[in-house]
């Protein structure tokens, strides 16, 4: 099978080439980059003018609640769902019931999600056995299996001790510890952010020196075990500011941001009558925590951007705020979702910045083997998100793959969307809409 | 007046022509509590549902003598011994009420967005709250107001100085709002761990040291210490709270001559407030609990079309 891809706007993960280029595409496989290339080479060709072909998009942290919590997301609802948003790789967390925190749990999930067209599907296993937080999961194991991260997300690995030990254990096999950074006792019984929020609802207040403090903790650990950390779902500016330091000072230290907390913020809860819809866990932070991300992201702060996706059922979500479950759904729009803000703030930098944030950001976290997602390269396997960036399209979570029906952006006119994603070659989705007339 | 709000959820959505408009009102159904017979047939045959899911006892009988007064059919839907207590949702008892024909719902709720949750569910009904979690206690802090405008008359330019656990008092949110609106001027004192973070937003400014908060107050209101805010550390003892920021005579002192002390009520003697104080001649504290039924009749009585007819 031959696939050529013409006439695109082509970013290799690092920078945008400069003339249209076309990609052939054999048995999966890039055979050739070059321009000019005659449609009749290939069994199937689409006309990418004015599009951008981008390496595959990878999302470093979303939870596809399998094993478990099926009513919520399973493996090939999250996988087929992934697709459909732009991304080629997805890294599911280990809070799953029972906690993926063995080897067999990690080959369930990759055997699992073999069996749907979509997205691939990679396993993050848990750092401590049943992800309880006293003693380490067989990392090793998890690591031979094909794990790819090591967290106990959902929660922080609160025990000191237990940190450094993991950090110190898993530097031989080269997967990275992802930290889920709160102070528990400073996040005890918080609901939103404190500040506006808190004042305004009543509700208990979340203070960002919570996650900010926990960073901290584990940049002292990085520099004590020169073992490199990454942590997620960076909220506020403080936690920025603390991590910039340590970048600047050379330690191995890597973060990521989510679509929600660079496109919405804390007055929304308010606004909306407290609509559990904006309940999430970090809290909706202030309009300067959220500037702040987007200063993260120009410096170079921020390595990738990743979606903490978090399905729930209607009935978990639909309740009175202080009563509705942490998580936001957005794996399908949540590339939009970041598009749509950065024209919103008027391109703040060029496109590359924020495109290397769902590639070559998020793969140079991931284990070597992974290192070639992320890049456009001759030989490599085809995984290929294509996007739209003038695109504005309504947010209607009724057409979504994914199980959540829940959604801050439901109805939302977003500007910028992935309309096509090919993985090793297959196309997994396709916009009929925007491929009206370019075959 | 054209009266807009269906529901009384919070107070932020209120201007001052709305509040004047209550006081009014309010003041007309004061004259009725006393006549010799009270009940009026303004709102005969329509059904509200008291809807309490926390205990309360002075906000929900207070709110059952103005919808008795009213002539209203009253339903009193305790969660303890309902569906709700085996796990029904809000949704759906909210959707059963309507099926049975509620014209107006009152809701207690421990969970902060229980009222606005409940008023984007109901299609036709009208939804008062009575107090959701820390976060909104509109009716107490209309009869507050209330109290006080009967008192004071315009409060333009007044002070209040209000003292003790804001951060998690659903009166004090709102109470500043309204008083705000009306042009008085609020300044809280309490212990700092008792503070939200930013007060400024909230319209008022915090004072470390209470004597500096009372200092010419037009009226003192205290809030309620609940006993569980000692014992989860956020101060350590209820003594040492008497101490600092109780009310007694002496901290009275630093008000404005004859300022009126105010509570929502139940109180702590020997807490927030001293027995002197309470039972002295500037205490409202009896005063504010009759406006509360005037209060709550007029909101009653215009939010279900009264005064549109």
């Known amino acids: 099978m031959r696939t050529l891809l013409r006439n695109a706007i082509l970013f290799n993960g690092s920078s945008m080439e400069d003339d249209p280029t076309d990609i052939l595409i054999v048995d999966g496989t890039i055979e050739k980059i070059c321009s000019g290339t005659d449609a009749g080479q290939a069994d199937r060709s689409w006309d990418l003018c004015g599009l951008v072909l981008c390496p595959g998009f990878i999302d470093l942290h979303c939870h596809l609640r399998d094993p478990g919590q099926e009513w919520r997301e399973d493996i090939i609802s999250g996988s087929l769902a992934g697709a459909a948003g732009g991304y080629t790789t997805l890294v599911c967390m280990p809070n799953t019931d029972p906690p993926i925190d063995s080897p067999a749990l990690v080959r369930y999930v990759l055997e699992k999600s073999g069996y749907g067209k979509g997205t691939r599907v990679l396993p993050a296993g848990c750092v401590s056995k049943g992800r309880k937080g006293k003693t380490l999961a ?155 991300l987007w200063e993260g992201i120009a410096d170079g702060t921020v390595d990738a951007i990743a979606t903490d996706h978090a399905p729930y059922h209607l009935d978990e979500k639909d309740l009175p705020f202080q009563e509705a479950s942490f998580g936001i759904a957005s794996l399908e729009c949540a590339v939009a979702a970041v598009l749509n803000e950065w024209h919103r703030r008027g391109k703040p930098f060029p496109m590359e910045r924020l495109l290397s944030l769902f590639t070559s950001g998020p793969s140079s976290i991931l284990p070597k083997e992974w290192k070639w997602l992320g890049k456009i390269e001759t030989g490599s396997p085809a995984d290929l998100t294509v996007l739209d960036p003038e695109l504005e399209r309504e947010v209607d979570v009724k057409t979504w793959k994914s199980k959540a029906r829940l959604s801050p952006w439901d109805g939302e006119r977003l500007k910028g969307w992935p309309v096509m994603t090919l993985v090793m070659g297959e196309t997994v989705h396709i916009d009929r809409e925007s491929f009206k007339g370019r075959g | 007046m054209e009266w807009r709000h269906r ?129 909104a206690h509109p ?16 409060l333009d330019g007044m002070k209040m100085a209000m003292i003790g656990d804001v951060l998690h008092s659903r009166v004090a949110r709102s109470d500043i709002i309204a008083f705000n609106r009306m042009g008085v001027k609020v300044e809280l004192s309490g212990p700092a761990t008792l503070m939200p973070r930013d007060t400024h937003a ?42 600092f920021f109780g009310a007694d005579d002496e901290l009275l002192e630093f008000a404005r001559p004859g300022a009126l002390v105010m509570h929502p009520g139940p109180i702590n003697r020997g807490v927030e407030i001293s027995s002197t104080v309470a039972d002295g001649a500037q205490s409202m504290i009896l005063g504010q609990v009759r406006s509360g039924v005037a209060l709550r009749m007029a909101l009653l009585f215009v939010c279900l079309g009264g005064a549109n007819q």
């Open chain 1, 138 to 292: 067989e990392m090793g194991k998890m690591a031979l299996a094909g794990a790819v991260l090591f967290t106990d997300d959902g929660s922080p690995v609160g025990d000191s001790n237990l940190l450094r030990l993991a950090l110190q254990y898993s530097s031989r096999l080269g997967v990275r510890i992802m930290e889920h950074p709160e102070d528990s006792s400073l996040a005890f019984g918080a609901q939103v952010n404190d500040g506006i929020c808190s004042t305004f609802s009543g509700l208990k207040g979340w203070p960002t020196a919570a996650e900010a403090a926990d960073i901290s903790r584990g940049i002292s650990l990085c520099r004590d075990t020169g073992v490199p950390i990454h942590f997620t779902h960076v909220s506020s500016g403080e936690s920025i500011e603390v991590l910039r330091s340590a970048k600047y000072s050379g330690l191995p230290v890597t973060c990521d941001v989510t679509p929600h907390h660079l496109s919405l913020a804390e007055g929304s809860v308010i606004s909306s009558g407290y609509d559990g819809v904006f309940k999430v866990n970090p809290p909706l932070r202030s309009i300067s925590d959220k500037d702040s």
């Open chain 2, 7 to 135: 529901h009384v959820i919070d107070l932020d959505t209120w201007d001052r022509s709305d509040l004047q408009f209550i006081m009014e009102q309010s003041r007309s159904m004061d004259e009725l509590l006393d006549r010799p017979i009270k009940k009026v047939p303004a709102l005969r045959g329509k059904l509200v549902v008291n809807l309490f899911f926390e205990a309360s006892t002075r906000t929900r009988v207070s709110f059952e003598l103005a919808e008795k007064f009213l002539s209203a059919d009253v339903v009193n839907w305790s969660a303890s011994g309902s569906s709700t207590g085996k796990g029904e949702t809000l949704r759906d008892t909210a959707w059963t009420l309507e099926a049975m024909g509620a014209d107006a719902v009152v809701i207690r709720h421990g969970a902060v967005g229980a009222a606005d949750y409940l008023a984007r569910k109901l299609r036709k009904s009208s939804v008062f709250n009575g107090g959701d979690g820390a976060h």
């Open chain 2, 139 to 154: 009716t107490q802090a209309l009869l507050d107001l209330y109290t006080a405008w009967k008192k004071l008359g315009d």
């Open chain 2, 202 to 243: 909230l319209g008022a400014e915090f004072r470390e040291d209470p004597r500096d908060a009372l200092k010419g107050a037009d009226i003192v209101y205290l809030l309620r210490i609940q006993r569980e805010r000692q014992e989860e550390g956020m101060f350590p003892s209820l003594d040492e709270y008497h101490q």
